[in-house]
């Protein structure tokens, strides 16, 4: 399976943005979907998850402003992101981990938020 993340662009601060990642097989063989972002000269953090029972988790630094959501006719996942600041900067990769414990990660797509 591979994953393709589209979505990111240059937007102003207090835009929304919603981000797509689409997998090249069924959504329904992964039990975790997520997405990580990384600026510049940082780790790669977790800004969303949500398992196939359907439990979400967002950090504090995000949680109201993004959610995220799945499409399992699609084979799709989304990242809706509200309220953006500049520190949303990065690129933002979508993350899924199978039933069997594999991962994968798509190509990351770019996220700009000017002030």
């Known amino acids: 399976v591979q994953l393709q993340a589209s979505g990111g662009g240059l937007v102003q601060a207090g835009d929304s943005l919603k981000l797509s990642c689409a997998a090249s097989?069924?959504?329904?063989?992964?039990?975790?979907m997520a997405w990580y972002r990384q600026a510049p000269g940082t780790q790669r953090d977790l800004v969303a998850s949500i398992t196939s029972g359907g439990s979400a988790y967002s950090p504090d630094s995000v949680k109201g402003r993004f959610t995220i959501s799945r499409d399992y006719a699609g084979n799709m996942f989304y990242l809706q992101m509200r309220s953006l600041e500049p520190e949303d900067t990065a690129v933002y990769y979508c993350?899924?981990?199978?039933?069997?414990?594999?991962?994968?990660w798509g190509q990351g797509t770019l996220v700009t938020v000017s002030s």
């Open positions: 097989g069924s959504i329904f063989a992964f039990n975790l």
């Open positions: 993350y899924a981990r199978s039933s069997t414990g594999s991962i994968f």
